[in-house]
């Protein structure tokens, strides 16, 4: 079955980075593309980037753009998620997400907290 795992999570101060990972495992990780979230308490989930599995292309939410990076590696079934430049605002759970057969599947989230 499908799954996923997120890690990389933490506390970390305005202005500095994490690496978030997500291991998949129970699909072909390379045929599909894969996406972060997040969810900050009392506000709706939402995306954060993508990433195609044909060529690699990403997109990004606005609000993440120049300070994110998403990139995946086929062979680890593996995709992360870059932060830098963090803000107080991108405190939430991240949770990795794929469609496989018109369903989606999400891992357990990591907690990413930024404050000094």
């Known amino acids: 079955q499908v799954q996923l795992v997120e890690s990389g999570g933490g506390l970390v101060q305005p202005g500095g980075s994490l690496r978030l990972s997500c291991a998949a495992s129970?699909?072909?990780?390379?045929?599909?593309?894969m996406s972060w979230y997040r969810q900050a308490p009392g506000k709706e989930r939402e995306l954060v980037a993508g990433?195609?599995?044909?060529?690699?292309?990403?997109n990004y939410a606005d609000s993440v753009k120049g300070r994110f990076t998403i990139s995946r590696d086929n062979a680890k079934s593996t995709v992360y998620l870059q932060m830098n430049s963090l803000k107080p605002e991108d405190t939430a759970v991240y949770f990795c997400k794929v469609r496989k057969s018109w369903s989606d599947y999400w891992g357990q989230g990591t907690q990413v907290t930024v404050s000094s």
């Open positions: 990433i195609n599995s044909i060529d690699g292309s990403t």
């Open positions: 129970g699909f072909t990780f390379s045929m599909y593309p």
